[in-house]
């Protein structure tokens, strides 16, 4: 989901004033809510430094404690003809759009109204988390894809919005325009020059997408079980300008279905609404 010009994915982030919404990183990790596992103890594997089950009743959004609602499409620097504001579907806070399902799932749904351009058709949401993460941590999240369709843009991501050294992981990213092969991309700038990719085919069941992030690189798998070799490896400072190395650097977790774009074009052809589940977020 990089943002083809520095600026843009810090436009999607609250600003950190006072009374507003804290810009992520600015949270501790919070308690798992009411009915959510206990943590794993030295006996039964890792201790979640940060979980979200998304065990709320049905309709809620979810917990704003841990999670920000992006109000709005982040504008793009220079932008392409795809990548102007009314080649892009809205996103929106309202529980139509993001809301807990009550069966232990997080919903993520993009919708197709009345309207002329994609701008006044199509609305989706995204959300960013309100905990980072540094280097020496695995994140793993079970997804479901129910949006694989014309126009939509899902992924599941890994943000650092600093516009120096900024820089995204996209643990799982597919792309509704018909051209641009699905998988797993690390990007060292925000601008999308500098990146290593992974191409494989990404589906609509059920999968747990991890990768752990060490000293010595980041490595990614679907599925995970125990013994299992990563399918995609990314060295240390195999690309230009890694930050991920960089002393006090982290990155918060990112869910969202973009309409339109240049990830998605043209969503006429496509079936909505189409949505996105998300059962569970782990990081140890």
């Not at 436009?11 to 009411?34: F, K, R």
Request: one cysteine or more; proline letters at 12%.
């Amino acid at each position: 989901m990089f943002m083809f010009g520095l600026g843009a994915a810090a436009a999607a982030l609250p600003a950190a004033t006072a009374h507003a919404q804290p810009v992520p990183g600015d949270i501790p990790p919070v308690p798992a809510p009411p009915g959510a596992p206990a943590p794993p103890t030295a006996d039964t594997g890792p201790v979640f430094l940060f979980q979200e089950e998304f065990n709320g009743p049905a309709g809620a959004p979810p917990d704003p404690a841990w999670w920000f609602i992006v109000p709005e499409r982040e504008t793009i620097k220079n932008p392409v003809e795809w990548d102007k504001p009314y080649n892009m579907g809205r996103y929106v806070t309202d529980q139509e759009h993001v809301f807990q399902d009550g069966k232990g799932n997080l919903v993520i749904r993009a919708t197709r109204g009345p309207g002329t351009t994609i701008q006044e058709k199509y609305a989706s949401a995204k959300i960013i988390g309100n905990w980072r993460g540094g280097i020496g941590t695995t994140w793993e999240a079970r997804v479901k894809l129910d949006c694989l369709t014309d126009g939509a843009w899902p992924a599941f991501w890994l943000l650092n919005d600093n516009p120096v050294r900024g820089g995204e992981v996209d643990l799982i990213e597919w792309y509704g325009n018909n051209d641009w092969p699905s998988g797993t991309t690390v990007h060292a700038r925000l601008d999308g020059t500098s990146f290593a990719t992974d191409r494989h085919p990404i589906d609509n069941a059920w999968h747990t997408w991890r990768m752990t992030w060490l000293p010595t690189g980041m490595y990614f798998w679907k599925d995970y079980q125990p013994g299992m070799e990563p399918f995609f490896t990314v060295p240390a400072n195999s690309i230009d300008d890694w930050p991920f190395n960089d002393p006090g650097y982290t990155l918060a977790p990112v869910f969202n279905i973009a309409v339109g774009g240049s990830g998605g074009r043209e969503p006429a052809g496509g079936t909505y609404p189409a949505q996105m589940l998300i059962d569970w977020i782990r990081v140890f």
